[in-house]
């Protein structure tokens, strides 16, 4: 069954570069970003990971934690987390998981079941490997995306989008397009207007459906 959005993520046990893991255990009462990519030692990622790892400081006054996803081994992630700091200026503190059995690919559904890797395989055998999961305290997925080989990912639309959710979350509230952490946002239409003026008070009627308030954070 495909994983979805507010589906519980699997409870993994996972070998990383820093011991095994638990996700559930290691999640705990944070949020968490998990990132996968197809291959160590390429160029996109390698440059994906860098910007991750300067985010660092921005992961933590969120109160999230981040761990990579990789097909290849705990070696190879040690040797190439030099490389990452190198072009990166910063340090990679984050754990990688070392998916040699495609085990977590196949449970977040990243890759088909019957998926397998060839031997001296390139990156295009697990290209689908190179996806974005954002997960609640409550271990269920709020946010997924997954990007072609291509094309780096912008984790600063990743931390806009975990500000989003953090706003929004157990909150009768959205955010609209473009919106930046601070800025105005959409009331639920789960309220009406009195309840809105009564839990938000003051709130501009653009449309009979959209409603806008000071973001209350």
């Not at 196949?106 to 490997?129: F, I, W």
């Amino acid at each position: 069954m495909a994983l979805r959005i507010n589906d519980e993520i699997p409870n993994l046990t996972v070998t990383t570069d820093q011991g095994e893991i638990v996700l559930h255990d290691w999640i705990g009462d944070s949020w968490a970003i998990l990132f996968s990519h197809p291959k160590d030692f390429t160029p996109v990622c390698t440059t994906e990971f860098g910007a991750v790892a300067q985010l660092a400081d921005e992961w933590a006054k969120r109160g999230t934690k981040v761990m990579g996803i990789s097909v290849d081994g705990v070696e190879e992630h040690k040797q190439w987390k030099g490389d990452i700091e190198k072009t990166s200026g910063a340090k990679a503190g984050f754990p990688i998981i070392a998916d040699e059995d495609l085990s977590v690919a196949k449970a977040l559904d990243m890759l088909p079941a019957e998926a397998y890797l060839p031997a001296g395989r390139t990156a295009a055998d697990s290209a689908t490997v190179r996806s974005v999961f954002i997960v609640a305290p409550n271990k269920k997925v709020q946010l997924m995306m997954t990007y072609p080989m291509s094309v780096g990912r912008n984790f600063a639309e990743v931390l806009r989008a975990l500000d989003a959710l953090q706003a929004t979350y157990g909150v009768p509230i959205a955010t609209p397009a473009n919106w930046q952490h601070g800025q105005d946002v959409i009331v639920a239409l789960s309220l009406n207007d009195e309840q809105a003026k009564e839990k938000f008070g003051e709130v501009k009627k653009v449309l009979p459906y959209l409603r806008t308030t000071k973001f209350p954070g």
